[in-house]
């Protein structure tokens, strides 16, 4: 670090008012990046089974897709917690959405070639983007006290939503475009992506200086510094993590993306099964995303001002009541599908927001982000496992069977939640 940036940083740490308006520019930069980055996640979920399903000619592996991107985003979560770790969450993010990029190219090439192996590879290397955009939510924290952590995850994630819903709704534009330049309708979303990812990344990288966690992890030293007691007394500095919070935390958000990524899935093959155009699949998968993400801010309040436990119960009921509606739908029944879908991304948003909550509120910030890396390998593979088993299921069953068995494993956030309010008066307290 050269003179001149440690002089800028140091004034961030010395000044509580540059620190506000730090946390309120990071606020708005993620939010910005998170508005791309939304855009390009869409694609390998309105799309992603649909293409495996047309080059394999097999409804068997159709939830393959969604397995080997979240797959690749549990590597790519580990990798950029590391870096943001080592770097700060502008080399991370940026790395991360970049090669979120890279992989978005390689699908639309694959489906030109009609290459599944280039198609699988590639899908590993796009989850990256997926990892990404899920990780930037942890970066508007850094900087946020304890009462304003789930609102700050909120924004970000809201922000997400106006990428996220276009994304869907542009297949068929895009569809049409990739027809034009002579690729395959099913690829035209991939290219959206890749453009997307690309700019999310670009936006980071030349906007997120100074870097809100180095700022944050100055601050910290700052305060064990003038913590420290006179010569000849001990004290301990090592970083102290709330295990019981962290594991709460981990299975509430485990258990809400096996639940969502299981159904989300194989919605677009089951309607298609049922007749239904792209362009309504892509509008029930729109509704879908727009319910992962829009409610965040009220979310975030909510989660704030009631409480982690209430807000992850609350995500069990939701997604318990979507996996009902899928299961009794009518297959050509659009209303009640956008209602499931809507449901499936309410009860994620409230157990992915209350989750993140306390896993902030659970860790130090010397060791945050690594943490946070590591708890989102969790949740790829947790995704990973719902895509890959959700085809399964409805090839040797029905989708009906999928929801019903969706709806009821998130009845198991209920007691989970109540394990940890039990032994909460055994839980460290943590200064903000």
Known sequence: MSRNTYDLTQSFVDSSEKQKKLYIRTLLIVSISQIFGGAGLAAGITVGALLAQQILG?????????????????????????????????????????????????VVIAAITNSIFLLFASLLIYGAGTAT??????????????????????????????????????????????????????????????????LAGLVLYVMLRPDPLIIAKMIDENKQKQKQKPKGHSETTEPIKNKRGVTVGATVMVLTQIVMVAIMTMTPVHMAHHGHSLREVGLVIGFHIGSMYLPSLVTGILVDKIGRTAMSIASGVTLLLAGLVAAIAPSDSMVLLIIALSLLGLGWNFGLISGTALIVDSTETSTRAKTQGTLDVFIALAGASGGAMSGMIVANSSYTTLSLTGGILSLLLIPVVIWSHKGKNKVLKYKN
Request: no cysteine.
């Open 133 to 198: 955009n899920l990780q930037a939510r942890y970066a508007g924290t850094d900087l946020a006290n304890k009462k304003q952590r789930a609102t700050a995850i909120s924004i970000a994630m809201v922000s997400t939503t106006f990428g996220a819903v276009a994304g869907p709704n542009l297949v068929d534009v895009m569809g049409h475009f990739a027809l034009s330049i002579g690729v395959p309708a099913l690829a035209g979303p991939f290219i959206l992506s890749a453009v997307a990812f690309i």
């Open 58 to 106: 097999t409804d068997a592996f159709a939830g393959l897709p969604a397995a080997l991107f979240t797959l690749g985003s549990a590597g790519a979560a580990l990798i950029v917690g590391k870096l943001s770790h080592r770097y700060g969450r502008r080399i991370g993010l940026t790395t991360g959405f970049m090669t979120g990029g890279v992989g978005a190219i390689g």
